[in-house]
């Protein structure tokens, strides 16, 4: 197995005083807040110019290349760097985002490019996930990579938090073609930050055997997986990450609006469970970037997978929504802080020359395979009703933790800081 590339002394600044982290951040942040605005824009403007399946399937083009590209996205992430890849990603939504808006300005070009634009977006998340995901060991010391981790969980749920009322905003006073000029430039925001990135260059004994050149894209993935599957932390704990988000991922954006609707809380219900949910995850975040070292991480894992699992399946059974609120809370810290730690688990054992095809791998199941499980999860739900399939998603939740505890080097992981 390759050595790892950074070295354990602890940085000079930490990570919320390192000038790398917050170019990083700000870039981030800013790229996550016109994700934000571009989704309700698109979904805003699909509903407006055509039927509610049409807007439907606009809404879901997205996910298919999302999910067969996300790998190749790793590869090319390894063999171009990550910094290129991401700001060539972020330059092209800003460039579709802008043109969309000025296309609707001027006409009415329908939902063909709607669906169009949704595509291309698709395709860039492949490229742009794996590679946003591998650049903090570049910029950071391994010390610190916890920090920086949960410093993206911050600016993750800041993004989501900031991006749907300035959407909504934007859309109340220009219509849609503003909110996507909205998202436009601040996805160009996120460019010069990105270019002011100064990377670490991995060791050399990093680097995969011959030169770019002389290698296939394939013979890169197969030896990131070949990399992935002797690995003995990563390997189990993307099988851990892969089972928590099947489980994870459908009740929670499929399954509470069926709760909601049958309970009678309607939309405003949902928006307070998912507002206690992103509060409790990003208090998992806040804590693990003051904390930073957390020693046995693995173990930690583990139980607040299991954990998060209970209070997840107990979502299906209480009738109250301030009840059901505070549950939430407490399962998005559970959550948040499993999430985290597997992100910085990854951050740090991974050898940063196959981060970008580790980070592709780890995201496919949330970013990729969850969301094609949504059918079958409402068609669950229409034939059993929504306690069942919140029970069995809460009991595959909790075979990811008990696999997790069963590993016995995940489970004496640790996270320096």
Known sequence: MPALATPARTTAAPAHQNPQVLRWLGAY??????????????SWAAVTSGTPAQAGLVMAVSAGPRALLMLFGGVLADRLGPRRVVIASDAVRCLVTLGLAAALLLASP????LAAVALVFGVVDALFLPAVGALPPR????????RVQGMRGIAYRLGAVLGSPLGGLAVALGGSAAAFGVAGVLFALSLPLLCGLKLRPLAANDEDPGAPGERTALHDLVAGLRYLRGHP????????????????????????AVLSEQRGWGASGIGWVLAGFGTGAAGASLLITTKGRIPRAGTVLGWTVILGAVLLGALAFVPLLPVVVLVALFFGLLAGLSGTLCGALVQTDCDPAYLGRVSAVASLGSLGIAPLSFPLTGAAIGIWG??????????VCALSGAYALSVRPLRRAELPG
């Open 29 to 42: 942040t800013a790229s996550t807040v016109g994700d934000s605005i571009y989704y309700l824009a698109l």
């Open 110 to 113: 329908g939902l063909w490019a």
């Open 139 to 146: 910029i950071a010391e391994r010390d610190q990579l916890a």
């Open 233 to 256: 932390v990563l390997g189990p704990l993307v099988i851990v990450i892969l089972l928590g988000d099947l489980g994870f991922v459908g009740p929670l954006n499929v399954g509470l």
């Open 386 to 395: 929504p306690a069942p399939v919140f029970v069995v998603s809460a009991a």
